[in-house]
């Protein structure tokens, strides 16, 4: 089996600058979503900064470890170094990313892949014509919803929708969520930010990924939706399609 991807990002049309990053190196089967935060200046380099430690480092040779044991490292890092400079630099002081990360098996997506995430960036599968959300927001509105104390549509609305419970580069460590997969021929997978998923309806994602075989146009028809929805947020697609 081989992979390919296709990736956009937009600044939106309320914001003045991109705080989303994404990274994918197909040779590696390493693609990353990351949605910074912190201010401006902050957020841009937390997002960039994790996107740039994980990708490095599952570039390299694992060594001893295990692929699953490289991507905890990996994302340890990552939240090491952001929360070093954040404390280094008073201007990026509290800074921060989500970080979501589909890590293909060795072969270009043979074998089982990983999925990791820490915040609300998501991951979505596309199989057999249904799309499955495969990470759960780290959020505290998700949280609510899953403990049955609001629903969907309050926490739409909810003023505190934004806000985060898990991310990296804002706490010591962090506990990053793996889920391992098996991988089919045909599945895509979507990497995205919150303002895509936002401003998009998840049976229009599942129309876009299913619309035919050119990624390219997948991924900008995505971030174009997200835009004449009202692209109130910085919105990210990586789709990555198993041949
Ligand atoms: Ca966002």
């Known amino acids: ?25 197909l040779e590696h089967g390493i693609y990353i979503v ?3 935060m912190g201010g401006a200046a902050g957020g841009e380099i937390a997002s960039r900064m994790a996107a740039d430690v994980v990708l490095e480092r599952m570039s390299a040779e694992p060594g001893e470890l295990s692929r699953r044991e490289q991507l905890h490292e990996a ?15 008073p201007g990026l002081y509290g800074m921060g990313t ?12 043979a074998g089982p892949a990983l999925v990791a995430h820490a915040g609300d960036s998501r991951c979505y599968l596309l199989r057999g014509g249904e799309l499955k959300r495969v990470t759960q927001d780290h ?7 899953r403990l049955g104390t609001m629903t969907a549509e309050e926490a739409a609305r909810s003023p505190f929708r934004s806000v985060i419970t898990r991310a990296i580069g804002t706490q010591p460590s962090v506990t990053e969520d793996v889920l391992k997969m098996e991988v089919a021929q045909g599945d895509v997978f979507l990497l995205c930010s919150d303002g895509l998923t936002r401003e998009v309806d998840e049976d229009v994602i599942a129309r876009v990924l299913g619309a035919g075989d050119d990624l390219e146009r997948a991924a900008q028809t995505l971030v174009d939706a997200a835009n004449e929805a009202g692209g109130r947020d910085n919105v990210t697609a990586v789709v990555v399609r198993i041949e």
């Open 75 to 89: 994302i340890a890092e990552a939240n090491r170094l952001v929360l070093e400079r954040a404390e280094r630099e």
């Open 98 to 109: 989500t970080l979501v990360a589909l890590l293909l098996g060795a072969d270009a997506g």
């Open 139 to 145: 959020s505290l509105v998700d949280e609510q919803i």
């Open 34 to 36: 990351c949605d910074g």
């Open 1 to 25: 089996m081989t992979a390919k991807a296709a990736a956009r990002t937009s600044t939106g049309r309320v914001r003045s600058s991109n705080e989303d990053a994404f990274g994918l190196r």
